[in-house]
């Protein structure tokens, strides 16, 4: 009796679920976050004489790169079926090293923005290493980060905004038609972003991962180094994001970034990345940030106050989480 064998396929190659990202989510979901984006600016255009004028959009404009970055690495962190709550605290630890490099160690700007981002790159590091290690839920790491680097970035600043002076101004100050090189570089990330996730291999790696981390695992991947990667990342952009704060600020803020993990998660899941993992984009992404800041910029205008704007903005999450859900369910059907 003959016993038929079967060739095992390359151990090499990522497995077939591993599609484009932008073929994941489908080119409509683009075309109805572009709607949704220009109804609520018609909507704030009606309510507000003084909305729809090129002085709010350059101002959000020039608000929004440290989401957006923050933003990306989230979109990174959820394909790979993670989560990162200890990016605020990232942010501001990465802020507190630029701080002391700067004003107790007398560093020039660019090697001290360098240790900073590095400090926070470090702290992401960490993260990931222990989510892998010992194979504990990411939220449950990160929530422990969260605290120490919190921590961490009172004790390097005496708990006291630590101000820095017009080093960092060249980050915030327009430019060309009012907008700023911490903008422009946001966008620069975002791009190169995408482009990994859709055409290289790295970011096929990634959305296997995902959807089915055993299966990337059987190909002859191990996705532990790539899960760590990620998170380091997310920490590396959170310490770009300290810069742009600072430059904004000209300060280092040991509560700087409290609570931003909110906005930073909701404009992720409003772009239409699946909290699930294996499915998200950049570009759905910088459309969901595009949404959170003209929805917090509208509401503002219209004289909204604070409870309020905490009420719609939640209406908001809550409803994209239960769309990401229903089209959860249909993939599966």
């Known amino acids: 009796m003959t016993v038929q064998t079967t060739t095992p396929k390359s151990q090499t190659e990522p497995p077939k679920s591993a599609k484009p990202i932008g073929t994941r989510l489908g080119f409509s979901n683009y075309l ?14 009606v309510l507000s004489s003084h909305f729809l004028s090129y ?4 101002t959000i404009a020039n608000q929004i790169p440290d989401l957006v970055v923050m933003s ?8 790979i079926a993670g989560i990162d709550l200890s990016v605020g605290s990232v942010l501001a630890l990465g802020a507190a090293v630029t701080s002391v490099a700067a004003l107790q160690w007398h560093w020039g700007a660019l090697p001290a923005a360098l240790l900073g981002m590095a400090g926070a790159a470090l702290t992401g590091c960490v993260t990931g290493a ?3 290690g010992w194979r504990i839920p990411s939220f449950i790491v990160s929530l422990g980060v969260l605290e120490a680097a919190r921590g961490l970035a009172y004790q390097m600043t005496n708990s006291r905004t630590a101000y820095i002076g017009d080093a960092f101004d060249f980050l915030s100050n327009p430019i060309a038609f009012g ?3 911490s903008f422009l570089i946001a966008i620069a990330v975002m791009v190169v972003a995408q482009l990994v996730l859709t055409r290289t291999v790295f970011g096929r790696y990634l959305i296997g991962i995902g959807t089915n981390e055993e299966a990337v695992r059987l190909a002859g991947v191990n996705p532990r180094p790539y899960k760590v990667i990620v998170f380091a990342l997310m920490g590396l952009l959170s310490g770009l ?6 430059s904004r600020l000209e300060a280092a803020d040991p509560n700087a970034g409290s609570g931003i993990e ?4 909701a404009a992720v899941v409003i772009g239409g990345t699946s909290l699930m993992g294996g499915r998200g984009s950049v570009i759905s992404t910088f459309f969901g940030v595009l949404i959170i800041s003209v929805l917090a910029a509208g509401l503002a205008q219209i004289g909204a106050n604070e409870p309020t704007k905490r009420i719609i903005t939640g209406a908001v999450i809550v409803v994209a989480v239960v769309l990401d859900t229903y089209r959860s369910k249909r993939r599966i059907m």
């Open 32 to 45: 109805g976050l572009m709607g949704a984006l220009i109804a609520m600016i018609a909507l704030f255009s």
């Open 179 to 181: 907008i700023s090189p």
């Open 262 to 265: 909110l906005q930073v998660i």
């Open 130 to 132: 222990v989510t892998v």
């Open 55 to 58: 002085d709010t959009f350059s």
């Open 72 to 79: 990306v690495g989230m979109t990174f962190v959820l394909i």
């Open 241 to 246: 994001a300290a810069l742009f704060q600072i």
